[in-house]
């Protein structure tokens, strides 16, 4: 599911190769809608996937009951209990994965076990050394909080032409003798437990993770102050319900406050997709601390999480729009949804397209990803169906045709003989 951009592409594209495994690509059209995802995944019979917990939850969203032999590997932002324990139940095993690309491509590795506790970081892999230090680069005790560095061998030599980010973020390592050694400091506040694992507490700085994507929110808030009469803005990753973070922008304007779409059309020209805000909040001043900086803890939810809106309410006309209206009210945790609303100005991402879609299939409503991107209203949505004579599930259902495992059969297993924990960085893969 990852652009080959990314680092982990190298792992996902070559490790099953090297070992006679087949990789299986899913396209984008597949990421983004559970259903085909799912699809896909019992077609092809794989017995190891690698996902961000967004992408898991879409799973579960689409009604996945697990397999027994399969492996599941979840990284990209920190995976919470509720969804381990969900995932250990339809699974051989899961494990959780760490490791910035700055530190390609793995850093941590761990088998996730039952229990209450929070889902934990490491042990390092082989050639890979974790020291958690305080901002005067001494380590600090146990149970202490600090800035993770990692060194080893994954270890980049800095970013391309940037000299001044390369030397604040790749340090000498005063731990190995050799002078060419560096840690790269993570930005991630962890602390050790008893046991010698790392628990995640956050982030240092500006950057925040979103549906497993990297962001510095200063990069959006550069954006949107270019908008004439914006004299503030602040970006933050917001988590109002259970597995729900997106971005959240707030304004402070002088005059008329530009709208949602122009704002989400120029980010859209500059930035990428997953750096778009879901919401846009206008406030009179940003809140403060004592010593003046933003409080960005202080910054109040959404007012769209209390249903209020700047549009009149329009109320459903039939019963194919009341019956939408009321899976994307419930969705999006509002109190109500006009038919006109943009559905995301309202606050839906690609997670709660795919939860309307399924809800919706479920009622009878056969949807797809590009019907609601290309309407964005309930009535644009449901506007094909003349007479609102929805579809039925049957009329859209692929068939589903058996495929000989034979065709699929390898000879070696990449991780069904290894365990990834072994110290030795070595791992291998089980997947037809």
């Keep these: 599911e990852d652009p080959t951009s990314f680092d982990i592409a190298v792992l996902e594209l070559f490790l099953p190769l090297v070992v006679g495994a087949q990789v299986v690509i899913a396209a984008r059209e597949d990421v983004i809608d559970g259903n085909r995802l799912l699809g896909l995944m019992v077609a092809s019979g794989a017995t190891v996937m690698q996902a961000t917990p967004a992408t898991w939850r879409l799973l579960l969203e689409a009604g996945w009951n697990g397999r027994p032999k399969i492996k599941v590997l979840c990284g990209g932002e920190s995976l919470p ?3 381990a324990d969900a995932l250990l139940a339809r699974s ?8 910035p690309t700055e530190t390609t491509v793995w850093s941590a590795t761990s088998q996730v076990e039952p229990g209450p506790e929070t889902v934990t970081i490491g042990p390092p892999i082989a050639n890979t050394q974790f020291f958690v ?3 005067s680069g001494q380590a600090v005790p146990i149970g202490v909080p600090g800035e993770l560095h990692i060194a080893g061998a994954g270890v980049a030599r800095g970013y391309r032409n940037e000299p001044g ?3 604040a973020k790749f340090v000498r390592n005063r731990h190995d003798e050799s002078a ?3 840690m790269y400091k993570s930005g991630d506040l962890v602390r050790y437990l008893p046991d010698g694992r790392l628990e995640f507490l956050g982030r240092l700085d500006s950057q925040v993770k979103v549906r497993g ?6 990069e959006i808030e550069s954006t949107i102050m270019t908008f004439e009469g914006v004299r503030e803005c602040a970006v933050v990753a917001r988590q109002d319900g259970p597995g729900e973070k997106r971005l959240v922008a707030y304004l402070v304007v002088e005059g008329v406050a530009p709208s949602t779409s122009d704002l989400r059309r120029v980010i859209a020209a500059r930035l990428p997709e997953y750096m778009i805000p879901t919401s846009f909040v206008s406030l009179d001043a940003l809140p ?9 803890r202080a910054l109040p939810a959404p007012e769209i999480a209390n249903g209020r809106h700047s549009r009149d309410y329009i109320a459903p006309s039939s019963p194919g729009q009341r019956e939408l209206a009321d899976i994307c009210a419930k969705v999006l945790g509002l109190d109500r949804v006009s038919v006109d609303d943009n559905l995301f100005d309202l606050g839906a991402d690609s997670v709660h397209v795919f939860q309307i879609i399924s809800r919706a299939n479920d009622a009878g409503i056969i949807l797809t990803p590009k019907q609601i991107l290309g309407g964005r209203s309930i009535a644009a949505i449901l506007a094909e169906f003349e007479g609102n004579e929805l579809e039925t599930r049957d009329s859209h259902a692929p068939q589903l045709m058996p495929v000989p495992r034979d065709r699929h059969r390898i000879q070696r297993s990449w991780l069904g003989t290894a365990d990834i924990s072994n110290g030795r960085g070595k791992t291998r893969w089980d997947i037809r």
Excluded: C, H, Q
């Design 81 to 83: 209990r509720e969804l």
């Design 92 to 99: 051989s095993s899961v494990w959780n994965m760490y490791g």
């Design 133 to 135: 230090l305080d901002g």
């Design 165 to 167: 980010l390369t030397a």
């Design 180 to 182: 060419s050694s560096l």
């Design 213 to 218: 994507f990297r962001i510095e929110t200063t």
């Design 288 to 296: 403060r601390t004592p010593n003046g900086k933003v409080d960005r």
